[in-house]
């Protein structure tokens, strides 16, 4: 005769053990982890009552990458049917890898450590599904004073108003700026858009003393800075 304990365990849902057993693989082993298998735990903090695996592998097919499905816009989130608490946690897990990703700039050169900007950079923007357009402003030895994303737009433009680049810096005493914009693609080849808009922001610092060090397209994998390419 079935007691009560193996009543209550046939009744559970299967996940539940899957679930228990994914939390233990992941203490273990973190790295070894799937991308879908990293999405599916991530899900299961926000989705209590339902299978995560197939939600994880079809949100991968929907978006390609896990960076994409982090990256990606709320509203296609939600479209495909997920809880607001499930697209929170998501955005939230974006926000936080960028987060671990920004250089500790205050301390020295931004640019000496350049390399730490880019990875920060990338981190923060190279899966967004809109461009987004961010001002690093600098001290007169070149540490960062604020990193702040000025504004989104569309996939594949973005609104940049060179003289509020210029207001900003001024308001916070900077003596030089970076900017950093993304493109959706993922191919961080400037346009002609990107060019005529740097020069533009140049010219601004210029006549108010301000000195535009680079500015930086971030792809996917992959970047591309003017200043190394003989455009400032």
């Given at each position: 005769?079935?007691?009560?304990?193996?009543?209550?365990?046939?009744?559970?849902?299967?996940?539940?053990?899957?679930r228990q057993?994914?939390?233990?693989?992941?203490?273990?082993?973190p790295a070894s982890f799937q991308d879908y298998e990293l999405l599916e735990l991530l899900l299961t903090f926000a989705i209590p009552r339902k299978d995560?695996?197939?939600?994880?592998?079809?949100?991968?097919?929907?978006?390609?990458?896990?960076?994409d499905v982090l990256g990606a816009d709320p509203a296609r989130l939600e479209a495909l049917e997920l809880s607001p608490n499930a697209v929170a946690l998501l955005k939230t897990a974006y926000a936080a890898a960028a987060r671990v990703a920004r250089p500790e700039a205050r301390k020295r050169s931004a640019l000496s450590s350049m390399d730490a900007v880019i990875e920060y950079c990338t981190a923060a923007m190279a899966h967004e599904s809109v461009e987004q357009f961010r001002v690093l402003f600098l001290d007169r030895k070149n540490a960062l004073i604020k990193d702040e994303a000025q504004q989104k737009g569309t996939v594949d433009h973005t609104p940049v108003y060179p003289r509020e680049v210029v207001k900003r810096a001024l308001e916070l005493s900077a003596s030089a700026v970076i900017i950093v914009h993304n493109h959706p693609s993922g191919d961080p080849t400037p346009s002609a858009a990107d060019i005529d808009m740097t020069r533009q922001v140049q010219d601004a610092c210029q006549k108010l003393g301000l000195v535009l060090h680079d500015h930086v397209v971030i792809g996917r994998g992959k970047?591309?800075?003017?200043?190394?390419?003989?455009?400032?």
């Open positions: 005769m079935p007691t009560k304990k193996t009543e209550a365990a046939e009744a559970a849902p299967h996940y539940l053990g899957h057993r994914l939390k233990a693989r992941f203490y273990e082993a995560t695996k197939k939600l994880a592998k079809d949100l991968l097919r929907e978006f390609s990458t896990f960076g970047h591309a800075s003017f200043r190394a390419l003989g455009l400032l």
